[in-house]
């Protein structure tokens, strides 16, 4: 492949675009079940105007662009009346959840006092955007183990906590099983210890709060919980915003403080940032924006009830197919194990019918995110689920998954160098 003498025109580059896609996900048809947070058609128009209309600007300064401090700004207080009605909170607006993780545990370790604190302590199920923060800014982690309900034991994660622990790790909900980690039980014990403790509410900061919704008590996770020093909400997830876009809430200026990166002395003059990313663009904060002020309260209320009812119909559907659902998720969030048939091969017979669905590798499992769209597609998914068990029966395909996380590697044994060979793959232009 090599750049073109002369440009190409416009209707065949538009060709190609389309060309590209040949191969996508179908998440406008519902076939995604992970990656795209679908929303009503109106919204996803309205949200889609927003991010194109800030695409250009430069949210690298907000001296040149007030739009985004604007946007930011508003965002982030839209979020903590949400999540941390009761509290003070100093937030940061970052590019997503990996992003939002990177930047408060920076806090953590550069908060004064804290020179000696480079452990973490976390479940195992935290999402490995910790395990990858910590390997960047020189965190050991200590992992805990959790029970089959998907739960670590709070004593368990109480016992792993040390004097050189800076932070403890929590997720509301954890992305392999959707369940929620015993936030309250375990802050409250390190409140006041100088171990802080980060709420990871990627999935479900904008989720939980509205759980009422569909008659299910909301669980408590934010920073109105005695001991929580920070909390993570994606917007670019249950937000319904534009990708790209995170809300970092601390509960106190001085982690705020030690979470930016700020400089002097560079020939071009002082440098003071509060994320990882330099230039981006103002579009995802625009979109963030304007899906919390479309939606509203009511807005996230009637997503969550629309999603709870689909989510129901799945987890009913598919223990009638002998599929079991593991711990007690309070979301469209979660996995299910087979007792029969294996994963892999259940999962490859809806991949033939067209259904995008990660298997997960302990316990293997299918990994279902419920998203609005679903709701048209539930039952004609069910039907596909009984012809893939019923297919899978056939096969005697190994239980092992093979499957990794945001990589779809089936059919084979996963050590660190197929990982990094996969992603050379994906800087190679295909054939
Ligand atoms: C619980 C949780 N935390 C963090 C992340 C990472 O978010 P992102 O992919 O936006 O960086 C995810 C992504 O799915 C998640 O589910």
Known sequence: ?????????????????????????????????????????????????????FAHENALSASAFPSVQQFESETIAMVASVIAPESEAFGV????????????????????????????????TAHPGFWKAADYLGFTVELVPVGPDGLPAPADVLAAVDDRTAAVCLSAPCFPFGVVDPIAEIAGHLAGTGVGVHVDAAMGGLFLPFLDAAGVEPPQFGL??????????????????????????????????????????????????????????????????????????????????????????????????????????????????????SIPAIAGALGERGWWIDTQEDPPSLHVVTFPRHGEVAEQFLGDVA???????????????????????????IDDQVLREHLDERFTVPD
């Open 1 to 53: 492949m090599q750049l073109p003498d002369h440009g190409l025109d416009p209707s065949a580059i538009r060709g190609s675009w389309s060309a590209a896609t040949r191969d996508d996900v179908d998440w406008r048809g519902g076939r995604g079940w992970s990656l795209v947070y679908d929303s009503p058609d109106w919204h996803q128009q309205l949200v889609d105007e927003a991010s194109a209309l």
């Open 93 to 124: 607006f970052t590019s997503g959840g990996t992003e939002s993780i990177m930047v408060a545990l920076k806090g953590y370790r550069d908060l004064p006092g804290n020179e000696t604190r480079r452990r973490l302590v976390m479940p195992v």
């Open 224 to 341: 109105d919980v005695p001991g929580v020093i920070s909390v993570s909400v994606d917007m670019h997830k249950y937000g319904y915003g534009m990708k790209g876009a995170s809300v970092l809430l601390f509960a106190n200026p001085e982690l705020r403080h030690a979470s930016y990166y700020v400089s002097t002395g560079w020939p071009g003059g002082a440098y003071a940032a509060s994320g990882v990313i330099g230039t981006r663009p103002v579009g995802p904060a625009a979109a963030a924006w304007t899906a919390l002020s479309a939606l509203g309260r009511s807005g996230y209320r009637e997503l969550v009830a629309q999603v709870m009812t689909t989510a129901r119909t799945l987890q009913a559907g598919l223990a009638a197919n002998g599929l079991e659902v593991i711990g007690t998720p309070p979301m469209g969030v979660f996995a299910a194990t087979s007792a029969g048939p």
């Open 387 to 413: 012809w893939a068990v019923g297919k899978a029966s056939a096969d005697d395909a190994p239980h092992s998954a093979g499957a990794s996380y945001g990589v779809m590697v089936r059919g084979g044994s």
